[in-house]
């Protein structure tokens, strides 16, 4: 549909306009907003000082007040980030190797979020346990 990379995944987010925005990747730098006038995009989703975010797995959704949040999978490890207008800023969740994160906000904006790790048991067996942090105060 956009552009010529294969995606990693795609989420559909309610965007700040009242529109629709699809996320995809990698990186997460790509952001197609339906607006009443047709779809926009914006490519790379960067910040004032050009950072993108390199990513595998993630999720993301917007916050009534335009800013953008997601949770990734980058080397090893399990990121959250926020997007103002100007910047984005990054807390590690988890510096160990993990997958599949997701995420919600609770009602005062506090990122709850969700992952796994495989453990390898004694007897050679793998499997992949859920995890769960939040993050900030």
Request: hydrophobic content about 40%; glycine content about 10%.
């Amino acid at each position: 549909l956009w552009g010529s990379n294969p995606a990693t995944g795609a989420r559909l987010v309610p965007a700040p306009s009242g529109g629709i925005a699809l996320i995809y990747g990698p990186p997460i730098a790509r952001a197609i907003t339906r607006a009443p006038h047709g779809w926009r995009e914006e490519n790379p989703l960067s910040d004032g000082a050009k950072t993108t975010l390199l990513a595998g797995d993630f999720d993301a959704t917007y916050t009534p007040d335009g800013r953008l949040h997601i949770v990734f999978a980058s080397g090893p490890g399990i990121v959250y980030a926020v997007r103002n207008k100007c910047a984005w800023s990054t807390v590690i969740v988890d510096p160990e190797i993990a997958a599949a994160p997701a995420f919600a906000l609770d009602t005062a904006g506090r990122p709850h979020v969700t992952y796994t790790k495989e453990r390898h048991d004694d007897d050679g067996g793998v499997h992949d346990d859920v995890w769960y942090a939040t993050v900030g105060p």
